[in-house]
């Protein structure tokens, strides 16, 4: 399978617990985006890796989250001491920046349910 | 800046009519812009994108997008809906390397 996956697919937890999601791009993309949609909205953008580097946060990124791409590959999106108001479709979007109109290709999604 | 409005959030249509679905930008600068379809519980997956090529650009599924510089729009059209075109619908402008600006989406629905 080439295309960008996610795990899990659903995690549901209790309000003031720690979650991880990982997300594996498609292994040559060096960018790799992590997105938040809400019911009804749009995705919205969270953070983004050029290779390991995270270059760009948005203030959506609270001081709860954290993300990691440790060695270019896969990365990571920890959320500390969850709340309600996390719960949402997380999604994950590689892209190869070597094309300037290159496309992002989204994973599945982690849905998230915090009760 | 970059913004982007999807002017309908809901469009019903029948089966084997067509599709049209809105989508205004603001940007500074000419972008690259992006016609995605999400399924429900599905990720999003690309229908077409326009990258001040051609104008008018066609996508899968019988999809195709007009870019129109002077009205700043980037409206999305089928001639012939099918049930499977059920989806939301986001458009999205971006600037090469940036992260995608998304609209709030158009849900599409189909009936027989």
């Known amino acids: 399978d080439t295309g960008v996956s996610q795990d899990p697919r659903h995690k549901i937890t209790k309000r003031g617990q720690n979650v991880t999601f990982r997300c594996d791009p498609i292994?040559?993309?060096?960018?790799l985006y992590w997105y938040r949609q809400t019911l009804g909205q749009g995705p919205e953008f969270l953070t983004y890796?050029?290779?390991?580097?995270?270059?760009?946060k948005s203030r959506l990124l609270s001081d709860r989250f954290s993300a990691e791409r440790p060695k270019g590959s896969f990365s990571t999106l920890e959320i500390q001491r969850t709340e309600q108001g996390d719960s949402a479709m997380y999604l994950c979007?590689?892209?190869?920046?070597?094309?300037?109109?290159?496309?992002?290709?989204f994973g599945p999604g982690t849905r998230l349910t915090v009760l | 800046a970059q913004s982007v409005t999807q002017l309908d959030s809901h469009v019903s249509v029948s089966e084997g009519t067509p599709v049209l679905l809105r989508c205004n930008y603001s940007?500074?600068?000419?972008?690259?812009l992006f016609w995605y379809v999400q399924h429900p519980n599905k990720g999003l997956q690309l229908l077409l994108k326009?990258?001040?090529?051609?104008?008018l650009v066609k996508g899968i599924n019988g999809f195709e997008a007009e870019f129109k510089k002077s009205e700043t729009s980037f409206h999305l059209t089928k001639p012939s809906a099918h049930m499977s075109d059920a989806a939301e619908y986001f458009c999205?402008?971006?600037?090469?390397?940036?992260?995608?600006?998304f609209g709030k989406g158009t849900t599409l629905s189909v009936s027989s």
């Open positions: 979007a590689s892209r190869d920046d070597r094309g300037l109109y290159n496309e992002q290709f």
């Open positions: 292994s040559e993309h060096n960018r």
């Open positions: 890796f050029q290779n390991e580097a995270q270059l760009e």
């Open positions: 940007s500074s600068y000419s972008p690259s």
């Open positions: 326009y990258t001040s090529a051609a104008t």
């Open positions: 999205a402008p971006n600037q090469a390397g940036t992260a995608l600006i």
